[in-house]
């Protein structure tokens, strides 16, 4: 068993060192390039405060860059015996380049040290939430740009209700995504803060440079005090896992409806037949898998703020291992989430709809708001005109041309999707991604 950075005459128990390490060599994977990235911020640091020499810096990078490339291949491994990933870098630096490799760090702790990766890694992955998340939206916009004439029954506990129409019900899901996006946005931001050189929660007696780590790393800012960004582990996961979890509850609605509105007893859309599996036993069935399987994903993913927030709810300022459990929901939640995105948009961008969902008479009492409205307009008082129209329905004398007049803002008949798409864009544009980019690339010579 390779010894552990932190351990001296002692080695520690196979069991003990068992359940304490638990899932960390395989979800640290997660974490290698970030790792590497932030390992190169601070040794650029430690150089220019005198800590390390110029070719120390100089030949730390070059082999640091590689192991980077290595991560990015998808080669990057831990080797049994080492606890983590921080464990695993430095040992390759070792081996490489020998006592060089052990200097790289000073001034950090693990503890700040995962804290950077998982803001690194989050980031990352929220840029592409945030990308998959437009994708769908463009979508969904286009189809309601293009179905905005077509009407269909509008619900309320699901009893036919008002006329509504595939404008509204697809431009609807598109908004949803826009107030998700703002959500997405604000915990991006309070990710994008510097937590490196709190160092284990309570600084470092050397001259640690932080403002040029944060600037060289792409961050909005750095979390100032030291024991506010040990406090920030777990409080971000869970800021970001309720993000996610907005995201997750307007998928998982579009998923009931699309299940259901493709269903013989509504028929209102037809899921493309590539996008459907079959039954053993049942030769005309064409189920609607992907939504269903994208309901329940993503109402276990609504369910993740509350996992995070149960790990680390009763937990006092400073570190605690109670926080590497965080790792294991936290991770993998948003390869799942941008799973379902890419479904929702691809079948959303290829589902046919029906356009004469209302020639069937069964939705005829929709109208009933429509012909009180006609006679409240034409001077009865509204309360007599409903009367009016539930006796012509109870007697069944109720009819309506199956038209609609509607022109307010949001309605059928002015949807505002142009407003809704200027602030989608809004969004997107306050992320401010190109930063980020733009650090990285350059800490990498790219």
């Not at 390779?2 to 128990?13: D, G, T």
Request: aromatic share 8%; with cysteine.
């Amino acid at each position: 068993m390779a010894q552990k950075l932190w351990e001296k005459n002692v080695q520690v128990n196979a069991e003990i060192d068992r359940f304490t390490v638990g899932r960390d060599r395989e979800l640290d994977i997660y974490l290698a390039k970030h790792d590497v990235l932030g390992s190169m911020a601070h040794i650029t640091m430690l150089e220019s405060i005198g800590l390390l020499t110029a070719e120390e810096l100089k030949v730390l990078l070059e082999e640091l860059k590689a192991i980077y490339a290595s991560a990015e291949r998808g080669e990057f491994v831990i080797e049994d015996g080492i606890e983590d990933v921080h464990s695993q870098v430095e040992l390759m630096l070792t081996r490489k380049l020998g006592d060089v490799g052990k200097k790289i760090h000073s001034g950090r702790s693990r503890n700040d040290q995962v804290l950077l990766d998982l803001k690194l890694f989050t980031r990352e992955q929220l840029r592409g939430v945030a990308e998959a998340v437009e994708d769908l939206f463009r979508v969904l916009i286009a189809q309601s740009n293009r179905y905005k004439d077509v009407l269909m029954p509008g619900y309320t506990h699901l009893q036919i209700a008002m006329p509504s129409s595939f404008g509204l019900w697809f431009g609807a899901y598109a908004e949803s995504l826009v107030d998700d996006m703002m959500f997405l946005q604000a915990a991006y931001k309070m990710c994008n803060r510097n937590p490196l050189g709190s160092a284990a929660g309570y600084g470092s007696s050397f001259p640690l440079d932080r403002e040029m780590t944060t600037r060289l790393l792409g961050f909005d800012s750095m979390n100032y005090n030291v024991v506010y960004a040990q406090m920030g582990r777990g409080k971000m996961e869970r800021n970001v896992a309720f993000a996610l979890a907005s995201i997750a509850g307007t998928l998982s609605k579009l998923a009931f409806d699309a299940c259901m509105f493709s269903s013989q007893n509504f028929g209102f859309v037809k899921l493309p037949d590539e996008c459907t599996t079959g039954s053993s036993i049942m030769p005309h069935k064409k189920n609607p898998d992907v939504f269903e399987l994208t309901r329940a994903k993503c109402n276990k993913i609504q369910g993740l703020p509350q996992q995070i927030m149960l790990i680390m709810n009763n937990l006092p300022s400073g570190y605690f291992r109670d926080l590497q459990i965080i790792k294991e929901v936290f991770l993998p939640a948003f390869e799942e989430l941008n799973d379902c995105l890419r479904m929702a948009t691809y079948i959303m961008d290829k589902i046919k709809v029906n356009e004469h969902i209302l020639d069937d008479d069964k939705y005829l009492y929709i109208f009933s708001v429509e012909e009180v409205n006609r006679l409240a307009a034409e001077g009865m008082p509204f309360r007599d005109a409903y009367k009016k129209v539930g006796l012509d329905i109870e007697a069944g004398k109720f009819t309506h041309n199956k038209q609609v007049h509607h022109t307010h803002a949001g309605s059928i008949g002015n949807l505002c999707n142009d407003k809704i798409e200027a602030l989608m864009n809004e969004v997107v544009s306050g992320f401010g991604f190109d930063t980020v980019m733009c650090a990285e690339k350059s800490l990498l010579g790219r």
